[in-house]
Every structure is written in C-alpha cells, then in structure tokens.
C-alpha cells in the first residue's frame, strides 16, 4: 500500500468516527485565534480557552490589545506559561496588524509567517480555518499519529519535513479537517502519554504501530 493509498483510508475512517472537525479554540474572529494560537503553545487548548475570555473582555479588538502594554496582556495570560515572551509576541503581532494591515488579518501565508510569534503551524491553522484555504497544521497529534500510522517516514518528527510529506498525500481540500480530526483521535485513542489504545482503533489494521507490535486485531484493507 502506498502512503497515498494509506493516507485516503485514514481520511475516509476518521471523518467516520469523528463527523465535525472542529478547532479545539473558541474564538469568533481572526485576530483572536492568532492570538489563541500563540498562546496554546505548550500548554492545553482548555486551558486557553479559559484564560483568553478575560483577555478578550479587556481588550475586545485588535486596536485595543494593540494598544496594551505587554506586561499588562502577560499579567492575563500568564497561566498559559511563558507568560512574558507571549505576551511580548501578541502585542507586537497586533501592533503590526493595527499599523499595516488595518487591524486585519492577511490571508496570505507568508504575510502571516511575517507577523510576530507566527510559525508554519499557526500560519497555516489561520489560512484553514479562518480563510478555508488548504492547510497542514502539524501539531504535536499530527506529528505523532502520522508517524506512528506511516504517513511519514520511521524517525521524521521535524514539523516542517512531516508537513511538506504530508502535502504530498493528502489532497488539499482535505488537509485542515483531516489534522483536526487527528487531534481528537490523539487525545481519545492514539495518545502520548499513554499505550495507544489500539484495541479501539478505527485505523489498526492499516497502522504501522499496530501492526508491529502485534495489536492489528481487524483483517487487512
């Protein structure tokens, strides 16, 4: 089977056991999943989510954070950890929204790597969800599972490399659901902190993991 063949079922089984492919962070506008996004790393999407509505009740626009010192946004966001270089990150992203693009959120790829504390993974989580254009959001459950199912290569864990890898399997317009979908099934099955609970796996027998360690209980795709 090839990755591509590889990659069609695991599209096809997880839009089975996982219907809506939503994002885990709750936000209305675009401005506010940038900012969400910033702060999520290392640490939970709960957890943003919780903090960010008092972020969001103080400064509710771009023009209004961006107005905010960045030690009074980290005094906010500081549970989410990292506290000070995120905040200096948000401030300076919505400065530059405010001062070049209208308080606007660009929906171009590299103008959203240009921003402050935007990478390739949130540059592209933008432009899936926000702007519903192709997209590979490799989180630390994409580039997991991936590698365990055999999407990617036995070793490659560098975001980058699984993301181009997986542009070249995975058909554009299913991109962004797919890794979201990825996300559920790495927190509910395919977990990290855990065995990956493979006896309930909807992808076990096509699985690379599973199958060599023996846990492929269902017949061969």
Request: hydrophobic fraction near 40%; aromatic fraction near 6%.
């Amino acid at each position: 089977m090839t990755k591509k063949e590889l990659a069609a079922i695991c599209i096809q089984r997880l839009k089975e056991e996982y219907p809506l492919a939503d994002c885990t962070l709750d936000y209305d506008h675009a401005w506010e999943l940038l900012v969400e996004v910033r702060l999520a790393a290392q640490c939970t999407d709960e957890r943003v989510n919780v903090v960010v509505k008092d972020l969001f009740a103080k400064y509710p626009d771009v023009q209004a954070l961006a107005a905010a010192e960045p030690e009074e946004i980290e005094a906010i966001v500081k549970p989410c950890g990292l506290g000070r270089s995120k905040a200096r990150d948000i401030s300076a992203c919505m400065r530059m929204l405010r001062d070049k693009y209208d308080s606007k959120v660009p929906d171009d790829f590299d103008a959203l790597l240009a921003l402050p504390g935007v990478g390739r993974k949130s540059a592209n989580l933008i432009m899936g969800d926000v702007f519903g254009k192709p997209a590979i959001v490799t989180d630390t459950h994409c580039i997991r599972l991936c590698g365990r199912i055999g999407l990617v290569d036995e070793g490659v864990k560098e975001p980058k490399k699984v993301e181009m890898a997986l542009w070249k399997i995975i058909p554009p317009e299913e991109g962004s659901d797919f890794c979201h979908r990825l996300v559920y099934h790495g927190r509910a099955v395919c977990t990290a902190r855990t065995e990956p609970y493979c006896d309930r796996c909807c992808l076990a027998d096509v699985c690379r993991y599973a199958k060599k360690n023996g846990k492929a209980k269902k017949e061969e795709a």
